[in-house]
């Protein structure tokens, strides 16, 4: 059975800075895209960043230049580093692994972690 857990969110003031986590745990061969999304009250659910098995790095307009997405494969985590944050990144942020358990993929998500940014 495979877990993905998200940390790391929490309230902090705009122009703050907050590094979330997600691990994935269980059996499975191997892990492939990982995506972080996040969906703000009355919003859709939307990209946030990407990251694929070579590591290249996908971002949303609204956050380039400001979040990192990063990968650490011995540890089944990745990370998203979010600096100078505005009111308008508060929202539940999730993230979605892409596994191999036996031979084909499959996405799993986290329940979720909310991000609060005071103006």
């Known amino acids: 059975q495979v877990q993905v857990v998200e940390s790391g969110g929490g309230l902090v003031q705009a122009g703050g800075s907050l590094r979330l986590s997600c691990a994935a745990s269980?059996?499975?061969?191997?892990?492939?895209?990982i995506v972080w999304y996040r969906q703000a009250p009355g919003k859709q659910r939307e990209l946030v960043a990407g990251?694929?098995?070579?590591?290249?790095?996908n971002y949303a307009d609204s956050v380039k230049g400001r979040f990192t997405i990063s990968r650490d494969n011995a540890k089944n985590t990745v990370y998203l580093q979010m600096n100078s944050l505005k009111p308008e990144d508060t929202a539940v942020y999730y993230c979605?692994?892409?596994?191999?358990?036996?031979?084909?993929?499959?996405?799993?998500w986290g329940q979720g972690t909310q991000v609060t940014v005071s103006s």
């Open positions: 990251i694929d098995t070579g590591g290249k790095t």
């Open positions: 979605r692994h892409t596994i191999v358990v036996l031979t084909l993929p499959d996405d799993y």
């Open positions: 269980g059996t499975f061969s191997s892990i492939l895209d």
